[in-house]
T-cell receptor, first 110, second 114 residues
Framework: GQQLNQSPQSMFIQEGEDVSMNCTSS?????WLWYKQEPGEGPVLLIA?????ELTSNGRLTAQFGITRKDSFLNISASIPSDVGIYFC??????????FGKGTKLSVKP | DSGVTQTPKHLITATGQRVTLRCSPR?????VYWYQQSLDQGLQFLIQ???????AKGNILERFSAQQFPDLHSELNLSSLELGDSALYFC?????????????FGPGTRLTVL
């Protein structure tokens, strides 16, 4: 079945550093979504990508839809402590539900 | 605040029992999805309803069932509970229109089965 592979699994960075994470799939997706989940909360939609090659920003977050349509990237610039959380990539299955990657856990040291 | 509400926030029960989780979607969203999140399995899709009708099924156990009511709220029923059913259960909603796959998640219900 469709699977999304996220890397890295976890990151420990210093406040102010830039962060990059990615998501790959063996099959083509026509949409890529990035979510952030904080402890005890539900995933929050950060960015939605609908077009191959698309680059979209949301504040300090920038995400790209890979031109092969099999990958996507999320960058966070100048990280701050409130960026801590787990970042998930997601794409729609053939049924319409979302398939999620395992997540990248981000820790930011002040 | 996503606009999706879920109750209760926490639920502690014993093996063999039955519980009901409730979800109200965002205003205007006709589609509701239920997901289970456990430490080792990540976010797993259980079931989708659209305007009262079941649309898609994922890895939902036969002991679990759901429904969506005319006011569009949804309930997930979990019966004959086992220790392994302990997890976070999330509801998400969307408009489910062509080309729009964005889903908005509620705060979840943490189920603990003792």
């Amino acid at each position: 079945g469709q699977q999304l592979n996220q890397s890295p699994q976890s990151m420990f960075i210093q406040e102010g550093e830039d962060v990059s994470m990615n998501c790959t799939s063996s099959s083509i997706f026509n949409t890529w979504l990035w979510y952030k989940q904080e402890p005890g909360e539900g995933p929050v939609l950060l960015i939605a990508l609908y077009k191959a090659g698309e680059l979209t920003s949301n504040g300090r977050l920038t995400a790209q839809f890979g031109i092969t349509r099999k990958d996507s990237f999320l960058n966070i610039s100048a990280s701050i402590p409130s960026d801590v959380g787990i970042y998930f990539c997601a794409g729609p299955s053939t049924q319409g539900n979302l398939i999620f990657g395992k997540g990248t856990k981000l820790s930011v040291k002040p | 605040d996503s606009g999706v509400t879920q109750t209760p926030k926490h639920l502690i029960t014993a093996t063999g029992q039955r519980v009901t989780l409730r979800c109200s979607p965002r205003s205007g969203d006709l589609s509701v999805y239920w997901y289970q999140q456990s430490l080792d399995q990540g976010l797993q899709f259980l079931i989708q309803y659209y305007n009262g009708e079941e649309r898609a099924k994922g890895n939902i156990l036969e002991r679990f069932s759901a429904q969506q009511f005319p006011d569009l709220h949804s309930e997930l029923n979990l019966s004959s509970l086992e220790l392994g059913d302990s997890a976070l259960y999330f509801c998400a909603s969307s408009q489910w229109t062509s080309g729009n796959n964005e889903q908005f998640f509620g705060p979840g219900t943490r189920l603990t089965v003792l």
